[in-house]
């Protein structure tokens, strides 16, 4: 079982930075893939980035390539996710997600997170 708390969210401005947090507990976390999803009101949740066990190994959704960067701490058992150049369109609650596979992580993870809510405003 893996155990996953976010942290990071807020208010923010148009074109300001948020970074967020994601802390991992239970198993031997550097084996699994983590990820980042996201929700905003009235749409499906959408994969937003993911980085292997090693941390070697990231992805990222279209709207987020170039702004967002995911990275993984020394201990392997955080995840963060440095958010720059925020738009009004990337307000949504920000799941943290985790899987022993880097592809399925992607679409089903197994483990998730409660979520943390940011806010951009313009």
């Known amino acids: 079982q893996v155990q996953l708390v976010e942290s990071g969210g807020g208010l923010v401005q148009a074109g300001g930075s948020l970074k967020l947090s994601c802390a991992a507990s239970?198993?031997?976390?550097?084996?699994?893939?983590m990820a980042w999803f996201r929700q905003a009101p009235g749409k499906e949740r959408e994969f937003v980035s993911s980085?292997?066990?090693?941390?070697?190994?990231?992805y990222y959704a279209d709207s987020v390539k170039g702004r967002f960067t995911i990275s993984r701490g020394n201990a392997k058992n955080t995840v963060y996710l440095q958010m720059n150049s925020l738009k009004p369109e990337d307000t949504a609650v920000y799941y943290c997600?985790?899987?022993?596979?880097?592809?399925?992580?992607?679409?089903?993870?197994?483990?998730w997170g409660q979520g943390t809510q940011v806010t951009v405003s313009s």
């Open positions: 980085i292997s066990g090693s941390g070697t190994i990231t």
């Open positions: 997600a985790a899987d022993l596979d880097l592809m399925r992580i992607r679409t089903t993870p197994r483990y």
């Open positions: 239970g198993r031997t976390l550097n084996v699994y893939a």
